[in-house]
């Protein structure tokens, strides 16, 4: 009977090894907290064939991860996760990323091609786009991250809209505003690319909508690399308290001298703070940046660059699953 067990053991050990026992539904389900696993497959080898169709299966007001594991393919489509789905958990595979794109023009309210309304959400391995001049990403549900996902689209890419974020190992790719808001986030180790080449000019790479000495929204990006086809603004100010900082960014040689630019809250450059710090390459010397940049105490950087004190205070990202 022993001898029965540890065979029946070996022998499951090693099918699971060749299946891949992430996407078997009661084995990786044990980790990470996640209780269910939903499988998206584009030929129908899965619970479902759209992204939205395995949200909509959720269960409203849920308190435990779901998983929404999608195989690889290209999926035409727009969809949100609604307020009242919090603890979904999307993923690709990280060799064959899944790519999700629609082509709609006009509001930035109804065009985005993905929309993050709820509360604690994860998305690992995936290509978001949009095809025309308009949002692929809008998260404005509170302690959302964001691991090794891309972002395409022309002007307004990324609504980093409100709540707190984290996006770690992105690809960001825009020319008008592609990354703006009112989020607070941290950008870590993110591609940020420049695509003036479609219709000349100087692109902006943000526009943050911070409004209030006492709002602890901004956008921090820390360890980046900004490159590109054509010359950028790193920001404009969106808002009147506007919040951005480049800490150790590593800037190719497409940013312009000033750096910055606000065509829309002039009289407020005293209150905005835009920062670069110990960044580098061809265009971090500040020599030639707006006389307004602000100056950030040592303190003030290590308090916004330190994810635990700007976004983390309360431990949310330690309870996503890894």
């Not at 580098?280 to 307004?292: M, P, Q, S, V």
């Amino acid at each position: 009977m022993q001898f029965l067990i540890i065979s029946t053991t070996l022998a499951l050990f090693f099918l699971l090894s060749e299946v891949d026992a992430r996407y078997v539904p009661g084995i990786y389900n044990l980790q990470d907290n996640v209780i269910s696993t939903i499988i998206v497959d584009p030929n129908g080898l899965g619970n479902f064939t759209s992204v939205q169709q395995a949200t909509d299966s959720v269960a409203p007001n849920n308190t435990a991860w779901t998983r929404i594991h999608i195989n690889y393919g290209i999926y035409t489509e727009k969809f949100q996760i609604p307020v009242d789905k919090p603890y979904i958990y999307i993923e690709g595979d990280s060799d064959r990323q899944p790519v999700i794109q629609y082509a709609d023009g006009g509001s930035i309210l109804t065009s985005p091609t993905f929309k993050a309304l709820a509360d604690n959400f994860v998305a690992r391995n995936i290509i978001f786009k949009t095809t025309t001049w308009a949002v692929a990403l809008d998260v404005s549900g509170g302690k959302a991250s964001f691991y090794h996902c891309s972002f395409s689209s022309l002007q307004d890419t990324l609504s980093d809209a409100k709540g707190r974020h984290y996006f770690y190992d992105c690809t960001i790719e825009g020319l008008i505003d592609f990354v703006w808001g009112h989020g607070q986030s941290i950008y870590e180790k993110c591609s940020l690319i420049s695509r003036t080449d479609v219709i000349g000019g100087t692109a902006h790479i943000t526009a943050n909508g911070r409004g209030g000495a006492d709002d602890p929204s901004g956008f921090v990006f820390k360890d980046c690399h900004i490159t590109g086809s054509g010359l950028a603004n790193l920001g404009r100010a969106y808002g009147t308290h506007s919040r951005v900082l480049f800490y150790r960014t590593d800037m190719d040689n497409i940013i312009t001298p000033q750096g910055w630019g606000n065509p829309w809250n002039a009289g407020h450059e005293g209150t905005i703070e835009f920062t670069e710090v110990e960044c580098k390459g061809d265009r971090a010397n500040t020599e030639h940046r707006i006389n307004w940049e602000k100056n950030q105490t040592a303190q003030e950087v290590r308090s916004l660059t330190d994810i635990s004190s700007f976004i983390n205070q309360d431990g949310w990202l330690e309870k996503h699953p890894n």
